[in-house]
């Protein structure tokens, strides 16, 4: 169809359908996602905004309590802290 003024074209719509295989999180991902629910979990309800002090840009306080609270860190980290998570993830996940 080439272009021209939209006067004179057939707009023609294609259903297309998929569908799409949820895969379980791995052990790592899972911890991940845990510990950022947790942290966002504990500074819930902080509102405000500051200055980040890396670019200077306006942040939200929780935004950067979030960064400062996840950062470095690993799935070692968070299984060292943690251990029970594991048997969670076994749990959760491999049902």
């Given at each position: ?27 790592p ?10 942290a ?32 470095g ?23």
């Amino acid at each position: 169809m080439p272009l021209g003024d939209g006067v004179n074209e057939e707009i023609k719509l294609v259903k297309v359908e998929y569908w799409r295989q949820i895969k379980k999180p791995t052990l790592p991902q899972y911890l991940y996602r845990r510990a950022v629910k947790e942290a966002m979990a504990s500074i819930k309800g902080q509102d405000g905004i500051t200055v980040n002090p890396k670019t200077g840009n306006p942040i939200p306080i929780s935004a950067l309590a979030a960064r400062e609270a996840l950062k470095g860190l690993t799935t070692e980290q968070i299984l060292a802290e943690h251990p029970n998570w594991k048997e969670d993830y076994e749990r959760d996940v491999k049902q």
